[in-house]
């Protein structure tokens, strides 16, 4: 097996679903220890999956948007392992999709601080400790929906589009310290948050069409999501800085087209 996250100490939020969890899983493959971080208690079980399969981690109930919870993994991270060597911020919420007339100050509030300001939070409270070492990989979760219209409300988009802002910003503020930083904007990936949608279509037997309009011509796994992520995390990313990488099928590499009848 692949070790090039050996002696990595990572932190993975969101880490009891989806992308996190897939990622948290794979990082341990290729062997990393993890601190798997989610509100959820389901979270557990990821780092009991983990443990069982001869890998290393522990897992943290914590809110990602509250600041002394974000102290609390960090610190959590640096007691238990000695030291962090990335961080994978990449606990969201999907934002309910509401139209836009209908979304309230609040809804815009909750969308921003879970997806936006938790990612803030992971930088300011890792950066004091990567800047030390000298070294250390910032990885976020962004969206297509950062990219282009039509792959969620517009809470979530402009959320996402602050992640990939915090990212190339945060690059240039982190100029010749040696500490990277990263977004990945996933496409569409059958994961928790995106249930509501798999469900409907399967309801109406429509399932054959999710994630045809990309030149894959599929939707994606966490487990996709997570090798990208594992990479952007690892040395093997060394000249990786300050970029959101899309790994969406192809989706966001189109101007509007029209569907072929082939
Ligand atoms: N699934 C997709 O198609 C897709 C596409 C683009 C981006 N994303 C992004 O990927 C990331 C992971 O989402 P997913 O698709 O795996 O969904 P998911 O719902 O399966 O996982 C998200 C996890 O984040 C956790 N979480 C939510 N709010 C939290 C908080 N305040 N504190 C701690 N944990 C919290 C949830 O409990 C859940 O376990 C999100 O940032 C999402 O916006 C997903």
């Known amino acids: 097996m692949d070790v090039m996250l050996k002696n990595k100490n990572i932190i993975i939020t969101g880490a009891a679903s989806g992308i996190g969890r897939a990622s948290s899983k794979l990082a341990a493959d290729f062997g990393a220890q993890v601190l798997c971080v989610d509100l959820s208690d389901a979270v ?139 977004a990945i904007c996933p496409g569409l990936i059958e994961t928790g948050m995106t249930k509501p949608i798999f469900d409907r279509a399967r309801g109406k037997g429509s399932d054959d069409r999710i994630g045809q309009i990309n030149p894959t011509k599929r939707y994606g796994q966490p487990q996709e999501i997570g090798q990208m992520a594992c990479f952007l995390l690892s040395d093997r990313a060394s000249y990786v800085n300050g970029q959101a990488v899309p790994v969406d099928g192809g989706l966001s590499a189109s101007h509007p087209w029209v569907f072929p009848k082939v």
Not at 62 to 69: F, G, L, N
Not at 96 to 118: A, F, I
Not at 137 to 164: E, H
Request: glycine letters at 12%.
């Open 44 to 182: 557990h079980d990821t780092a009991a999956q983990i443990n069982e399969s001869g890998g290393r981690a522990i897992s943290l109930q914590a809110d990602v948007s509250d600041e002394a919870a974000v102290k609390g993994y960090v610190d959590t991270c640096i007691c238990e392992f000695g030291r962090i060597d990335g961080i994978y911020a990449n606990a969201g919420i999907g934002g309910g999709g509401k139209p836009m007339l209908e979304l309230t100050v609040e809804d815009w509030q909750r969308t921003l601080t879970v997806n936006t300001v938790s990612v803030f939070l992971a930088v300011k409270h890792t950066v004091p400790h990567f800047t030390q070492q000298g070294f250390g990989s910032i990885l976020c979760t962004a969206s297509v929906a950062a990219l282009r219209a039509n792959a969620g409300g517009v809470d979530y988009s402009a959320s996402k589009a602050g992640v990939v802002s915090i990212v190339q910003t945060v690059a240039y503020q982190l100029y010749g310290t040696g500490v990277r930083i990263n």
